[in-house]
């Protein structure tokens, strides 16, 4: 097996980490920054904090264990990083309960990130709080002379998350509801696809051809692939699955890639940044 890029390669030390700032966005969101500078510095867009959301090990081991957060942003020159995290289950509810002074124990930065094509369009294509690594690739993207083009989908309007701060961090964003109460009335394949397909038959982006980068539910995420596989795009993907150590050795976030059964990734490490045609979508 060969070792990831040397920025990707895991620091193992906890660290300790002061809460700077602890906002509610509404709709059950939340956006923490974290005094970090050293992970600020080094931190590369797609990967990700993991977080020991409580204090010991609950009945049920849940409280104590860690939560893995994609890094939403970095600013080194105020030495901070940022989550955008849904509240849902028993660690996000105690991340919830933390206020600014309070000191976490994080591991950070931790995976493989993104790899931007300086010869194409980027397309973020997000759905809920798949939002979060592409406030950071936006900005990143800019920086390097990009014009991103974010879409974000949810099942109703009440459940879009972030596009504002897509849009702050320099992406021009679209959205999309299954039910219609915002934007394009569709799932956010259906309209990504649609629009560089309209796009490429009126002679191309203005600038040059995409590069999709993806963070969703699987469904959303296999179903792109299967179009990106169709037109020629490559893709890449963020993958979600849920892990224990994530340094590489409890192997509970191993995905299967398509060589057949036997061949299996470990998300922590070698992603949770893949290249689509690594993993096995069925
Ligand atoms: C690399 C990586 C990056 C991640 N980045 C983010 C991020 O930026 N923001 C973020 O909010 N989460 C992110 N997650 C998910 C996060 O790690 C937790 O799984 C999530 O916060 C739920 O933890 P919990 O303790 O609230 O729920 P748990 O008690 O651990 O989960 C309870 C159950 O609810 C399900 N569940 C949890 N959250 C949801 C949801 N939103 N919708 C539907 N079902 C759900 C779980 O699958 C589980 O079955 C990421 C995961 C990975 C692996």
Known sequence: ???PPPAARPRRAPLALRVAAHEDLGGGLRWLTLAAPDVA?????????HVRCG????????????????????????????????????????????????VLDVLAPLGTPFRLDPHRTPVFVAGGTG?????????????????????????TAAEL????????????????????????????????????EETAAAGGLAGPSPALYACGPHAMMAALAAACAAHGWPLQVSLETPMACGIGICLSCTVPGPRGPGFYRRCCVEGPVFDAREVAWE
């Open 41 to 49: 510095a080094a931190a590369e867009p797609g990967q990700f904090a």
């Open 1 to 3: 097996m060969s070792l």
């Open 161 to 196: 998350a972030g596009g504002e701060f897509l849009a702050a961090a320099g992406a021009e964003v679209a959205v999309a509801t299954d039910d219609g109460t915002a934007g394009f009335a569709g799932t956010v394949v259906d309209l990504v696809v649609r629009a560089l």
């Open 55 to 102: 204090g010991g090990l609950g009945p049920d081991g849940a409280l104590g264990t860690r939560r893995a957060y994609s890094l939403a942003d970095a600013d080194p020159d105020r030495g901070t990083v940022s989550l955008l995290y849904r509240v849902w289950g028993r660690g996000s509810v105690w991340l919830s309960q933390r206020r600014p002074g309070e």
């Open 131 to 155: 939002v979060a690594p592409f406030i950071f690739l936006a900005r990143r993207a800019r920086q390097k002379g990009l014009r991103p083009l974010a879409f974000v989908g949810a099942r």
